[in-house]
């Protein structure tokens, strides 16, 4: 099949839903990508901060060939040693409390949602501005984005946003029927904007005054995105809940919702469910992705790498340059026009989160040569920007 028959069943039968650039992807090694026509890209997206080890990594690769042999899913209805090892893993290695699977981060974070009612009945949620928690109904309703909501109102009721950097009005919002204040560490479809140390620290004391509970939605920020496993492992503030998906699975659909111990059981039996959920083929997974990703030397690359990017970024003389670890993003004036001519002249993968924002959130085990090359990449494409744009 050509581009231009996939391009006509895209066409006639599926939902118009994604914008999709013109190219056919079929093989990914590493930060490389291939399209059909063997023609190789430098990934530094990684399927929306997905491929956290990398396209297709061997450990990975090979614990999911060896699972699929075995035993793909049998529902939660019965014991699958993937999935309670993953819960342990998971569990050890963050809050310290227990584990719901979801299979995505939207999923992942409709458990936090109800775990809050559950913990004080209807109670409210306080969210940030700017901030995206997925696109299911309660997570849409902790989305406060004008254009994405209003289409589907009436939304989920109480949710109540605040402003992004005011560690003041967090404060105030914050009462008595509060259930909890659900935050991104970095919050990345809103233009990859850390949130400030204030604002985190008046989000736990508010919290603490208020018995509700604190939800980092860590979906993009978590599994070493940051420099650290969490993002809030890196941050002097603890969360009570928190949510992962994205880089779990390294390109699986898996998501999950961590507790602390004191509200390990506030979801009963009953309560909650997801027919897929941590089975063991994904669950097999994210355990070789938390083997890779765990690796000292890996989180260590992933600030240095982080690092390498920023500053070649500011020798590009780009503008409004942030970001955590491998989490980062600039300023440009045009900046979808500049991702797709990146993408179509010079293969080189990146993502604009919105009219002005280019966002690098490459995998872990980018090497400091492929960091190199993608900016000499960025570079190319930024100096191209005055030619027409490409038209393929
Ligand atoms: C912070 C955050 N939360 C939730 C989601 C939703 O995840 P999913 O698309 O897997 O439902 C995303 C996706 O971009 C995200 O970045």
């Known amino acids: 099949m050509t581009l231009a028959d996939l391009e006509v069943l895209e066409r006639d039968f599926l939902m118009p839903t994604y914008a999709r650039f013109p190219v056919e992807l079929v093989r990914g090694e590493g930060c490389r990508l291939w399209d059909a026509d063997g023609h190789e890209y430098l990934d530094l997206f990684a399927g929306v901060a997905t491929a956290q080890i990398g396209h297709c990594h061997p450990a990975l690769v090979e614990a999911v060939r060896d699972q699929a042999g075995r035993l793909m899913h049998v529902s939660n209805l019965y014991y699958t040693e993937p999935s309670m090892r993953l819960a342990e893993r998971l569990s050890r290695g963050s809050l310290g ?7 995505s981060g939207a999923e992942a974070n409709e458990c936090a949602i109800k775990l809050a009612r559950r913990h004080k009945p209807r109670g409210e949620v306080v969210v940030l501005d700017g901030a995206f928690h997925g696109r299911t109904m309660g997570a849409l309703s902790a989305t406060p984005q004008e254009t994405k909501q209003e289409p589907f109102a009436p939304l989920v009721p109480g949710f109540r946003a605040v402003p992004r950097d005011d560690p003041g009005a967090l404060a105030s919002a914050v009462g008595d029927r509060t259930a909890a204040v659900m935050i991104e ?60 998906a994205k880089g779990l699975g390294g390109g699986l659909p898996i998501g999950a919702c961590v507790t602390a111990p004191e509200y390990a059981d506030v979801l009963r039996p009953g309560d909650h469910g997801s027919t897929f959920g941590g089975g063991p083929l994904v669950a097999r997974g994210a355990l070789a992705v938390l083997d890779v990703v765990e690796a000292p030397a890996v989180l260590a690359s992933v600030l240095e790498r982080g690092a ?13 340059v942030r970001g955590r670890g491998l989490m980062l993003a600039f300023e440009h004036p045009d900046a979808p026009a500049l991702v797709r001519r990146a993408l179509l002249e010079h293969r080189l993968v990146v993502n604009a989160t919105g009219p002005t924002t280019v966002r690098l959130v490459p995998a872990l085990t980018l090497t400091a040569a492929e960091a190199d090359e993608g900016l000499a990449r960025l570079r190319a494409a930024l100096a191209a920007q005055h030619r027409p744009a490409a038209t393929i």
Do not use: Y
């Open 97 to 103: 409390g227990k584990v719901f699977f979801a299979n």
């Open 185 to 244: 560490p970095v919050q990345g479809e809103g233009g990859v904007n850390p949130i400030s140390m204030d604002v985190l620290r008046a989000a736990r004391e508010a919290c603490d005054r208020h018995g509700a509970l604190l939800v980092f939605d860590e979906v993009q920020t978590g599994m070493g995105r940051t420099g650290t496993l969490w993002a809030w492992q890196g941050l002097d503030v603890r969360p009570d809940v928190m949510t992962t």
């Open 308 to 320: 390498q990017l920023a500053a070649g970024l500011h020798d590009l003389g780009l503008e409004g």
